[in-house]
């Protein structure tokens, strides 16, 4: 299994175990969705425990056929451990980003492992940003820092649009977590290899300045 090591089936299993719980009771999956309104009220275990529903089958595929792929390269760089601090660290990101930006939305919702399984997928661009990366309708693979930069402005258009119903906040809250994450793990890289954690943030900086100025 891409030499999975016992935290990424765990993470895998966990997903798919909830999720299948959800597809089958409705009372479940609305209790643990992330909600602005009931997180307001109280249910701050929404921001953790959306992260494990999702809405239907090709949903959590999809999510964990990524992480099957970039989980391996941030556990042989660091540990187990050290993984699952980022993929929850990311995963709290996202929810916390949603809730910036939604935060005047009560009725907004979401679910999904997409911020953790971007944060891990950031990270594992950080750590390895030449890595080539093949993408659907695109003939040649292009290197991870390219897509991961582009991945997230598209995030920020995204966001900005209110394109699709896609928690494009919550991808992007996850990849700061992932970033940051990695960071605080691997300190060295902002001394190795200065280009790439710059040009990595260059994303992250666009995003907050466009906030500030009220621009999304």
Do not use: C
Not at 28 to 48: D, H, N, P, S, W
Not at 85 to 101: C, E, N, W
């Amino acid at each position: 299994m891409n030499n999975l090591d016992i935290a990424t089936i765990v993470v895998i299993a966990a997903n798919v175990l909830v999720s299948l719980k959800g597809f089958n009771d409705t009372v479940f999956f609305e209790r643990y969705k992330f909600g602005i309104g009931q997180i307001q009220a109280g249910q701050k275990e929404r921001m953790l425990t959306s992260g494990f529903l999702h809405v239907d089958v090709a949903h959590l595929f999809f999510n964990m056929f990524t992480l099957y792929f970039f989980a391996p390269v941030v556990v042989n760089w660091f540990s187990s451990g050290k993984f699952l601090a980022i993929y929850f660290l990311s995963l709290l990101a996202g929810s916390l980003l949603a809730m910036y930006f939604h935060k005047k939305e009560p009725y907004y919702s979401a679910v999904g492992a997409s911020g953790a399984v971007t944060g891990v997928l950031y990270a594992a661009i950080l750590l390895q940003p030449n890595m080539q990366l093949g993408i659907m309708f695109i003939p040649l693979p292009v290197p991870a820092y390219v897509f991961g930069i582009g991945y997230l402005l598209y995030s920020i258009y995204g966001m900005k649009s209110r394109m699709g119903n896609i928690g494009h906040t919550a991808h992007f809250g996850g990849a700061i977590g992932g970033y940051v994450g990695t960071l605080l793990f691997m300190p060295e890289l902002l001394v190795h290899e200065p280009l790439m954690v710059g040009l990595l943030a260059i994303p992250i900086i666009i995003l907050f300045i466009m906030a500030k100025m009220g621009k999304i």
